[in-house]
Every structure is written in C-alpha cells, then in structure tokens.
C-alpha cells in the first residue's frame, strides 16, 4: 500500500504491524481502518474463528482465489496456494 498524504490508511502503523504478521494487504488495510475508526480494542473483540489456510482443501483454496480475482492459481501446490492466498 503506498504511504503518504495520499494513502487511504486510517492506521498505517497497525497495518504494517499486521502485514509482518502474515495478513494479506486487503486484511491488514481492512482491520487497519476498522481500528483508526471504531477504536483497536473494538475491533479485537468482533468477528469469529476463521480456519487456517492450511485446514482447507485445494478445491476450497482455488474458489477463495478465484473470488478474490487471483489468476495463475490452477497448478500450484497447496502450499504455494495458501502463500498466494496469504499475499495477494
């Protein structure tokens, strides 16, 4: 995400923070402007339990990817689907 006056981070150091922890750019911008608006503690306490990548099918990874409008997703192993998934 590009940084300046410019940029649509609400809270640009939340967002590098979680980035460095694996989100991707789309989860981390996401919780990043969440927080600046609702407040950081708010926004921990919502949402649910989410699987991890590594519990879903290949099938499962390829329609994620496909939602999110990744391409060059159909050949890759589970595990360089999951990376995909996890930095796009």
């Known amino acids: ?33 969440a927080a600046a608006k609702q407040g950081r503690s708010k926004v921990g306490q919502k949402g649910g339990e989410s ?17 999110l409008g990744l391409s060059g997703y159909s050949k890759l192993t589970k595990s360089e689907l999951v990376d995909k998934l996890r930095n796009h």
Not at 51 to 67: C, I, M, P, Q
């Open 1 to 33: 995400m590009p940084r300046g006056k410019d940029s649509r981070l609400k809270d640009p150091e939340l967002y590098e923070e979680l980035r460095d922890d694996g989100a991707s750019k789309e989860k981390a911008a996401r919780i990043s402007n």
């Open 51 to 67: 699987g991890s990548y590594e519990d879903w099918t290949v099938d499962d990874l390829k329609k994620r990817a496909k939602e």
